[in-house]
């Protein structure tokens, strides 16, 4: 998925939730409730995971947005205005809604598919085919070789992809979209959401966001509510805040023993102080290398080439006498990090492999700095281990 | 049938092309008009029925419930009423489609998936557009198959209305005058030609079905049968 897209509604809506409950017939109030009082607001342009057990009311939450289910009491706001007042149909086509079976219509072709709703807007045929085109394009997809095709003829995880251009179809201000990626298999379904990650930082709809895996939640959303069976909020923050201060035994529950782990992957190696390397450069003397390795904390320096890009570690015991430093000299090599690898990945890199340092590298490959274990777990133990990008810290 | 005669009598046939060939066109019209007019109706009951699921039992018990009245009785009880009229054999032969049509087609309703349900209702369509659009559309192979299974039924039953004198048979009077008077000939030409209708009046629908359901290629609705082909009870 890349490029940007064009369309005629666009922007983001802001989406309130205000008091809002859900009640079935025959349970008394109280008790029982699907969603139960349930306040919180989405700011325009961000992604609100909403994660939870089974029976939580998280996918009946999701549902009242559009009003495939209408609320017992409460209202939902869209940019200030309340949902129940709009035409039904109306309020829909202006809502992208993608949902885990896809929901694909079998008996039109892909191309027709995308254009469900520029169809039921009645958008010119030309119009309907060039905007599915594009959205194709968009999220992935040859239009030329699956425009024609059938649903029946795509792989799950093409399938999804159509379900997301569909949605995205009249360019709505705000998506629903409710387990989208649950029925693909784990490789599919971590590019799937890497690529819609990528997509949203273009299109910054509103989009809400149903999953009950707590890894998706932390990944896809800016902002994670935690709903609890009975459907009511347990918290409501940033992912990096409910994993570091989860607000009850519940919450600590569902986010896993291991949220201290979890929280690893919020962070990147760009966000890490880095450690100076000792380099040293093939050919230089050998006297003036073995004093300035033996003053290092580790006593062993990083073989660099004229482009600094790392070589392997030296130890003073390899430099004899004053000859040059020569690539034979250098024993281990150190994993090495790109700026953007998780603090998770690179952690794991370094427990893997059987030095004390991983190397942080540069686009083109060059040294940047040293990373540690130690350093890692400085970090999350910091002050600012609450922070999240662009948010309330 | 008597000594000696040759099996099949070919000069009779010859002698006889213009008489079966019109009884041939009116077997087949029968038939025709009893499907049509049945669909008509077990349609509008289907889509009731799909709408209101409080009526579904009492209606198939119905469309049941008439498929079981033999053929014989529902011609003596309708003779006082509709005399000796095309529609006296019309309307059993319509009640008799009505068993197979109205299951078949609220079954294509019933297996439109739920996440296609779901996904045209949040898109924003309206009722009908999402029945016309979407709901049909999915339905039609399994309503193709009540058709052929109806269209083959009332096929055979057409037969049964030489019972009701000379006029309304079709090649089932060659059935009747062959037995009566023992001319094998007769019998072959009526069952032969009764059995080629059927099997091209099927053959003519599955590709028709094929047309309308282009998405469906390669998984063709001859494996959901919902229930055998059958004749009703003293047919």
Known sequence: MAATTTGDGGGATTVEFEHVSKRYPGTRAGEGAAVDDLSLTIPAGRIAVLVGPSGCGKTTSLKMVNRLIEPTSGRILLDGADAAQRDVTELRRGIGYVIQQTGLFPHQTIGENVATVPSLLGWTKERQRERAEELLALVGLAPATYRDRYPSQLSGGERQRVGVARALA?????????????????????????EFLRLQEDLAKTIIFVTHDIDEAIKMGDLVAVLQVGGKLAQFGPPAEILAAPASDFVARFVGADRGLKRLSLSRVRELTLMPAVTVRIGEAGEAVRARIEADAFHSALLVDDARRPIGWVRPAAVVGDGPVSEAMAESMSPLLDPRTTLKDALSMLLDADVQAGIAVDQGGAVLGLVTADMIAERMRGPDALAAPGDRA | ?????????????????????????????????????????????????????????????????????????????????????????????????????????????????????????????????????VELPL??????????????????????????????????????EGIQTFFATKVYVGAVLSVALAVLVDVLLVRVERRLTPWAAGRVSDDVSPMPAGVPAGA
């Open chain 2, 1 to 133: 049938m008597r000594e000696g005669d040759p099996l099949v009598d070919w000069a009779w046939i010859v002698e006889h092309l213009d008489d079966i060939a019109f009884r041939t066109v009116q077997h087949l019209s029968l038939a025709g008009i009893a499907v049509a007019v049945g669909f008509a109706i077990a349609f509008a009951l289907s889509l009731w029925a799909v709408r209101e699921p409080r009526i579904r039992g009492p209606l198939t018990a119905v469309a049941g419930g008439l498929y079981t009245i033999p053929s014989l009785a529902l011609f003596a009880a309708l003779i006082p009423i509709t005399g000796l009229s095309v529609l006296t054999v019309e309307i059993p032969l319509v009640l008799y489609t009505q068993q197979i049509l109205v299951r078949n087609i609220v079954a294509g309703f019933d297996g439109v998936p739920s996440d296609v349900l779901e996904a045209a209702d949040g898109m924003g369509y309206g009722r009908r557009e999402r029945l016309w659009r």
């Open chain 1, 170 to 194: 009249a360019d709505p201000p705000i998506m629903l979209m409710d387990e989208p990626f649950g029925a693909v298999d784990p490789i599919v379904r971590d590019r799937l959401q890497n």
């Open chain 2, 139 to 176: 339905a039609v192979p399994l309503i193709v198959t009540g058709i052929r299974l109806g269209a083959v039924t009332t096929i055979g039953l057409v037969m049964i209305a030489t019972l009701l004198g000379d006029s309304f048979g079709g090649l089932g009077l060659f059935i009747k």
